[in-house]
């Protein structure tokens, strides 16, 4: 669904840095808005103006949705000679062989490739996807000329590679991309459209809760009890049982008035697809790193040195993960391993 719209959205020319949203793009903002309703709801298109009031919406996070995917970094290949000549793939893998292990590990590579619609293709483009992490160490390091030990420098790591999105050219993998932003931005709505719905389910338990708590202490001063606590024992108890319920009571007019109607649940909507930007981002970042990962603040040490610019995407609510676009080729997946042959080596 969102791959055929999109193939034609992306489909148009690009447009200039100061062109307005382009006719090519405009035309196709009525299947927009539809792909978008039916992944939300159908029941969106019931809202009062619903095309006119989802327009402006579907059409900044169209225009946020093109340049984002221009956004992603150049490719690099990815194979194990890699690791010896490009700087990124030596910094993002601490061994060679970790090439290997992440192209053999991929199952979306092996699908790929072993689809017969690909049996011309022995190179895939895809997203190798990582984390990164930095923690502080002691080492040496030439300062003023002179070497100095247990100097708190900063060692970065990359871990937890994924290899995904494999596709036949640049063309399909930002196609694939695109259509993974355009969903991210969907769910992000139909979680705070959940996120409502459980807060009014909570709400609505805590003043069932505070009612039953009310009505008992009512009762224990009416019953025998009141034979044995002293005059007002539970007075402020209740004083505060009832500022808590009057609190929740408001609460729950407040979450149930947010999705009381269709137009409700739109307006929610629109409220992320206006400011895609709040949830997904890509942010840019140099590095400067040498070959056993520190960062290298000057020009001293006289030691290779990895530089680079580190792409991270930013998912609101999530950590960042480090994204790299890459070129497989066939010949460079190994093959499967046997896994007989796999446990004999460890008995």
Not at 179 to 197: P, S, T, Y
Not at 231 to 246: D, V
Not at 309 to 327: M, S
Request: glycine content about 6%.
């Amino acid at each position: 669904m969102f791959f055929d719209f999109l193939s034609r959205f992306f489909g148009a020319s690009e447009p200039a840095a100061t062109e307005p949203f382009p006719p090519q793009l405009a035309a196709l903002l009525p299947e927009a808005m539809a792909l978008v309703a039916d992944s939300l709801d159908p029941r969106v298109r019931l809202a009062a103006g619903y095309p006119h009031v989802l327009e402006p919406a579907v059409r900044r996070s169209l225009i946020f949705l093109r340049a984002l995917t221009l956004e992603l970094p150049a490719p690099r290949r990815l194979a194990p000679q890699a690791w010896n000549t490009d700087p990124a793939i030596n910094a993002f893998f601490a061994r060679r062989d970790d090439v290997t292990t992440v192209l053999g590990r991929s199952e979306a590579l092996r699908e790929f490739f072993d689809d017969p619609a690909q049996g011309a293709v022995e190179e895939a483009w895809g997203i190798l996807v990582f984390r990164r992490v930095e923690r502080t160490v002691l080492g040496m390091a030439l300062e003023g000329g002179l070497l100095r030990q247990d100097v708190a420098q900063t060692q970065v790591s990359f871990t937890d590679h994924q290899l995904i999105l494999p596709a036949a050219n640049h063309a399909g993998l930002r196609l694939a991309v695109g259509a993974r932003v355009l969903q991210r931005l969907i769910n992000v709505a139909l979680e705070r459209i959940e996120g409502i719905h459980k807060r009014g389910l909570r709400l609505a338990d805590r003043k069932a809760f505070l009612a039953t708590r009310r009505r008992r202490l009512a009762a224990r001063a009416r019953g025998l009890e009141a034979l044995v606590d002293p005059p007002g024992a539970h007075a402020e108890e209740l004083q505060a049982l009832e500022a808590e319920l009057r609190e929740t009571e408001s609460g729950l007019g407040v979450a149930r008035a947010s999705l009381a109607t269709v137009d409700d649940f739109l307006a929610q909507v629109i409220e992320v697809l206006d400011h895609p930007e709040q949830y997904i981002r890509f942010t840019h970042t140099p590095l400067r790193l040498d070959r056993l990962g520190v960062k290298a603040m000057g020009d001293e040490g006289g030691g290779a040195v990895n530089e680079f610019v580190l792409t991270e995407i930013h998912l609101a609510g999530n950590e960042p993960r480090g994204l790299a676009v890459v070129r497989c080729a066939r010949v460079d997946i190994p093959p499967r391993e046997d896994p007989l042959e796999a446990a004999a080596r460890y008995l």
